[in-house]
């Protein structure tokens, strides 16, 4: 049997994060909420709807392979799911508030990294049933109890409150829903069942790198041009 630590994990989360910040071009400044750009935000929400989409198949198919072996688990799983499927409408609202329309967002390819995470946690499900979803929907919920307040409330003072209404009100959900420590409960059960923590761990960290690959991505698509301008201007 494997016991998780939630403040190892904890701890682990911000390592990474920590060392993606360094590597990928304005993700610290975006995390900070020193820096904000209209194009790069709206983007971002695009991928966070396309991503909610696909994480919401992947969790459905861990909930397939918990089958009838653990009916707390996949009880506490199910409830998440229902928890959240149907989240993306919000920030889908702010989306058509911004001028970017629901024709024109599911026409939208999602970043490679997004393909690589969904593809990975799909196969992953067949070795070791619902373990690395959880562990990835765990940090989910602690990357936004933790950065997501910062990035909206930036966005709202740049672009107005209005257009991060959506943002706002699925934070506010997810806060009165401790859904933080509701996918501890879940990911510390399917760890202990299906996988160890050492490998809980790994998890993590490939996760955290492919979310950094998303900034990285981002960022390229969006700004990076204007960055190189702006940086030649300053240096001549």
């Known amino acids: 049997m494997s ?3 939630r403040a190892r994990l904890e701890n682990l989360a911000a390592e990474y994060m920590e060392r993606e910040f360094d590597r ?10 020193t820096w904000i750009e209209r194009d790069y935000y709206v983007r971002h929400i695009v991928e966070t709807v ?4 696909l994480n919401n198949e992947v969790d459905t198919y861990a909930l397939f392979r918990v089958g009838s072996k653990d009916d707390s688990l996949a009880a506490n799983l199910a409830k998440y799911l229902a928890e959240e499927f149907g989240h993306e409408h919000m920030f889908t609202r702010d989306l058509v508030r911004f001028g970017f329309p629901v024709e024109q967002l599911d026409r939208t390819p999602v970043f490679p990294s997004t393909n690589k995470l969904m593809g990975f946690l ?6 070791e049933g619902p373990a690395p979803t959880t562990v990835w929907d765990w940090f989910v919920e602690w990357y936004s109890d933790r950065y997501n307040q910062i990035i ?7 672009f107005g409150a209005d257009l991060v209404r959506g943002s706002q009100t ?9 859904h933080d420590d509701l996918m501890f409960r879940v990911v510390s059960r399917a760890v202990e069942t299906w996988s160890t923590a050492a490998t ?13 690959d998303y900034f990285g991505e981002l960022h390229a698509a969006t700004v990076r041009d204007r960055d190189r301008s702006s940086a030649q201007l300053v240096s001549s």
Do not use: N, Q
Not at 24 to 33: I, K, W, Y
Not at 122 to 127: I, S, T, V, Y
């Open 122 to 127: 799909r196969l992953a499900a067949d070795k």
């Open 50 to 53: 396309l991503r909610i989409r």
């Open 24 to 33: 990928v071009p304005r993700m610290r400044e975006l995390h900070e909420g």
């Open 170 to 178: 699925h934070i506010e959900f997810d806060t009165t829903h401790d």
């Open 200 to 212: 809980a761990e790994s998890y993590l960290d490939t996760f955290v790198s492919l979310v950094g």
């Open 152 to 158: 909206t409330t930036r966005a709202a003072e740049e």
């Open 3 to 5: 016991t998780l630590s």
